[in-house]
Nanobody, 130 residues
Framework: QVQLVESGGGLVQAGGSLRLSCAAS????????MGWFRQAPGKDREFVAA????????YYADSVKGRFTISRENAKNTMYLQMNTLTPEDTAVYYC???????????????????????WGQGTQVTVSS
């Protein structure tokens, strides 16, 4: 059974940092582009960041650019999201996702829509207090 499991969420004060992890099991995702999305209360789920199969290319939403860093360790089948300088507006459930099929050619800037992803984690809550 293929699973993506997020961890690392929690409560942090504004200006603080958190590091989210996304551990995959049941399949090797080393050739799958992956991404992070988030959903704040009362809002639609939105794109946060994407990374290509080997970590050589990344893409960020404007709202997190310069504060968040996406990375991956294919040897551990794990992806990360380092979040710095957090603000209350970053409060949301964060989801990791993998594309529906492996690809070494997809451009990460084109991976901002949920439809590109076929595997999703259950989400981890991030709450930033002011």
């Amino acid at each position: 059974q293929v699973q993506l499991v997020e961890s690392g969420g929690g409560l942090v004060q504004a200006g603080g940092s958190l590091r989210l992890s996304c551990a995959a099991s049941g399949r090797t995702f080393s050739t799958y582009p992956m991404g992070w999305f988030r959903q704040a209360p009362g809002k639609d789920r939105e794109f946060v960041a994407a990374i290509n199969w080997n970590g050589g290319n990344t893409y960020y939403a404007d709202s997190v650019k310069g504060r968040f860093t996406i990375s991956r360790e294919n040897a551990k089948n794990t992806m990360y999201l380092q979040m710095n300088t957090l603000t209350p507006e970053d409060t949301a459930v964060y989801y990791c996702a993998a594309t529906s099929a492996p690809s070494k050619k997809w451009i990460v800037a084109g991976l901002q829509t949920e439809e590109k992803y076929g595997y999703w984690g259950q989400g981890t809550q991030v709450t930033v207090s002011s």
